[in-house]
């Protein structure tokens, strides 16, 4: 029984190992793509490549990397469904508890009610005896 208690533990460390390492990744590609776009937007020196050729060159690579970057973030926003979808799934734990705590308050009133109900019942089986023993009491006299 505890080894198979063991098991789904080692499957969530596993997968949330895989969510950490899928974030550092992909925040990682969007700080280098970020930075590379950066640089590019800087002014640059001139070189061999003649200027058209060379803005050309610029503006594919600046699609190629802001691209790269919609995509590290798309991946990003599905990482954290992923996560919240994990934690609605898998929170059955706590869940569980606070039912657990509900059924206790509610079992605690029960015997509660229960309780007053049948100090109820005892008063009014006294009066009602009393009731009764005055009833017939009276009605000896007449």
């Known amino acids: 029984m505890a080894e198979n208690s063991t098991i789904p ?42 200027d058209a050729t060379q803005q050309e060159m610029h503006a594919l690579e600046m699609q190629l990397r802001s691209g ?7 991946a990003l926003m599905k990482l954290v469904n992923d996560i919240k979808e994990y934690h609605i799934i898998y929170d059955s734990l706590s869940i569980e508890e606070e039912m657990n705590r509900y059924s206790e308050l509610q ?20 009066h009602l005896t009393e009731l009764e023993e005055e009833y017939y009491e009276f009605s000896s006299y007449y």
Do not use: C, H, W
């Not at 950066?38 to 490549?49: A, C, E, F, K, P």
């Not at 790269?68 to 798309?74: F, V």
């Not at 009133?109 to 006294?126: A, W």
């Open 9 to 50: 533990k080692l499957k969530d460390e596993a997968l949330l190992n895989s969510f950490k390492t899928q974030l550092n990744d992909n925040v990682q590609l969007i700080l280098l793509n970020f930075e590379e776009l950066l640089r590019m937007v800087s002014i640059g020196t001139r070189g061999q490549i003649p």
């Open 68 to 74: 790269n970057l919609i995509r590290a973030a798309e």
């Open 107 to 126: 079992r605690d009133k029960q015997v509660e009610y229960d309780r007053k109900i049948s100090e109820i019942v005892k008063d009014l089986d006294d």
